[in-house]
């Protein structure tokens, strides 16, 4: 959980103190790990669960910070967005039945907030990105007032001095200009904690690297964004554009995004990880650092190392060392940050099981992973299952293999070894390995998203299918048996009545457009060709600047010298517009009062679809 008492450099005192008290920390961090002063057993994890607030129409509520108030429970905390928040679940010893007693807290939790949700007309959901979010819910008007995210949005806004630009390429594309970090809130992920030993960091963090490929394609769980199909794990694309503090000119000295897989093997000890974190990248806040003096940690005491937490705290390494204290002492752990959350809680403690497993029963012969295998296949393997999940093909060990069998054949069994080395309760590793068996023989949660988004834009326009499939996911989540045995949305389980309908519900986005200086005869024919009755004009700022309709053209058909004339000259130039959040009824009126068929639909003066009376 991130450090909320924050502050910006106001000064370049402030600058200077900060870094001294980390270049003081760095060796408090040297001086304990030659003291052999962490903790090394026993194995603790833990976990981070994130997840969605909607209202009863599926699309996100702004209402997160009334229901984390009368939650009132220390588990629970703010997240970027007024409809995301989150749960600190307890750390447990890695034995017994610890996984089954982790999803009985995290459960018990949910149903917590859940009836608290529910007084607040809001439902909880877990889902990598929510579909329904829109550029609506992107506005600054939906950053959580804590103090922290606004500090972190202003200084990276500051640092790039341009907007945000975001571009996905999959089976669909996405290309959005934003003037705040917001894009990183539409990210939920289930975050799973595992303490290493300090002396094995190394290898630790060096195998987590190599395993990430794997693990993530059977755990991916986002497929859409704005109804858009992009990656099997967009979270890993969107996260990673978001927050980029680096222009497109790259004239900052920051080689690689916050948000990074790394660029090379790990070497050395945390410490010496950190010192190339504080090199890498610029320092975005501070706080206040009243720490144990240099007697007092001499004397046994363990200092908190705020300094540092508050760096790494705005790096985002999808496998992140942490440094924690438990019961006095200190320890360091691997923070797993590319699995998402959802799509219920029995696939993610499955995945937490699976990831841990794999983790703990690394063979003696993999210890020096880094000599191997090359870490660009690695790096590789990782985007490869972001982009196409239990499709991927990865280089492992010198082969090329499919995810299904290097899962199946390969890592399965090492995590059986693995969790049965710790004690584990063989029917919890049963239980839960056994949902990685069957997703990786049937389909994943980005999969049932996939094909349940396509079956349901067969019957209805994207933005009600996309509440459909969330209503859809709702359902199915509160029965709690994992994504494997879903059945795909009926299409019944949502609908939108009449008079809550707005105009981005109904508004038609594929939108063919023209320029001022176009052929106005190949417009002409354009419109005869696709049956179009209007076309909206705009100019070179890309504003909408008139509108031309078949009525008007029609007459012109069979008049060649006016059809190599300007478009400005046949246009109409005095129209009416609408906002896309006005209503349905909103728009029947204004076109029935005006006598018009055709409504432009305008985001300040962003052409952002249209309406017409077939639309109606």
Not at 45 to 64: K, L, M, Y
Not at 202 to 219: D, E, H, K, R
Not at 265 to 276: H, N, P, Q, R, S
Not at 348 to 375: L, T
């Amino acid at each position: 959980m991130g450090e909320l008492k924050v502050k910006r450099f106001e000064r370049h005192a402030d600058k200077a103190n900060y870094i001294s008290q980390l270049l003081k920390e760095i060796e408090i961090l040297e001086f304990l790990i030659k003291e052999k002063r962490f903790e090394r057993k026993p194995i603790r994890i833990g976990a981070e669960q994130e997840f969605c607030v909607t209202q009863n129409n599926w699309e996100p509520n702004n209402n997160a910070g009334d229901i984390l108030e009368e939650v009132n429970d220390p588990h629970f905390t703010h997240e970027l967005t007024r409809y995301n928040l989150e749960i600190n679940l307890d750390p447990l010893v890695l034995k017994g039945s610890c996984f089954s007693e982790l999803h009985w807290q995290l459960d018990l939790l949910l149903d917590k907030v859940s009836q608290v949700a529910d007084k607040h007309d809001s439902k909880i959901v877990l889902t990598g990105i929510l579909p329904t979010i829109g550029s609506d819910h992107l506005e600054k008007d939906y950053m959580t007032p804590a103090k922290r995210y606004d500090l972190l949005n202003k200084s990276i806004k500051e640092i790039r001095q341009k907007d945000i630009e975001l571009h996905i390429k999959g089976v669909d594309e996405i290309n959005l200009y934003h003037d705040s970090i917001l894009y990183e809130g539409c990210n939920t992920s289930f975050q799973a904690h595992l303490q290493i030993d300090p002396e094995d960091f190394i290898s630790a963090y060096n195998w987590a690297q190599a395993i990430s490929g794997p693990v993530l394609s059977i755990c991916t769980n986002s497929p859409l964004l704005m109804g858009k199909e992009l990656w099997e794990e967009t979270r890993i694309a969107l996260f990673t554009q978001s927050i980029d503090t680096r222009p497109s000119s790259f004239v900052l000295n920051e080689r690689e995004s916050r948000v990074s897989f790394g660029n090379q093997w790990v070497k050395g000890t945390i410490a010496d990880f950190l010192k190339d974190e504080i090199i890498g990248y610029r320092s975005l806040i501070t706080g206040d650092f009243n720490d144990l003096s240099w007697e007092e940690i001499k004397g046994g005491m363990t200092p908190k190392l705020k300094a540092l937490g508050l760096l790494n705290g705005t790096i985002y390494k999808w496998n992140r060392p942490c440094y924690g204290i438990t019961d006095g002492l200190p320890h360091l752990r691997i923070e797993n940050r590319y699995i998402p959350a959802g799509p219920t809680t029995e696939d993610e403690i499955a995945n937490m099981m699976f990831w841990v497993g794999i983790m703990q029963g690394r063979p003696a012969e993999w210890d020096n992973v880094h000599e191997r295998m090359d870490f660009k296949d690695v790096k590789g393997n990782f985007f490869n299952a972001a982009r196409y999940g239990m499709a991927s093909q990865f280089y492992w060990d010198g082969k090329l293999c499919s995810s299904r069998d290097l899962i199946l054949d390969t890592l399965l069994p090492m995590a059986y070894k693995g969790l049965y080395k710790m004690d584990l309760e063989p029917k919890d590793v049963e239980r839960y390995l056994s949902v990685i068996e069957r997703r990786a023989k049937t389909r994943g949660g980005s999969r049932w998203i996939t094909e349940a988004y396509r079956s349901l834009r067969k019957k209805a326009n994207r933005p009600e299918a996309l509440r459909i499939l969330v209503a859809a996911m709702h359902e199915r989540q509160n029965k709690k048996y994992a994504v494997d045995a879903w059945e795909l949305p009926r299409g019944d389980e949502f609908a939108t009545k009449d008079e809550a309908r707005k105009v981005k519900d109904i508004m038609n986005t594929r939108v063919i457009t023209v320029l001022e200086n176009d052929s106005l005869e190949l417009v002409l024919k354009t419109m005869q060709w696709k049956d179009i009755h209007h076309m909206p004009v705009l100019n070179k700022k890309q504003e909408l600047s008139g509108l031309l309709s078949w009525k008007d053209m029609e007459q012109y058909l069979d008049e060649p010298e006016i059809l190599r004339g300007r478009i400005d000259a046949l246009m109409q130039r005095d129209l009416i517009t609408i906002d896309k959040s006005a209503s349905h009824a909103e728009a029947k009126d204004l076109m029935q009062s005006n006598n018009i068929n055709c409504l432009p639909v305008l985001q300040g003066k962003r052409l952002v679809g249209i309406i017409t009376s077939n639309d109606l």
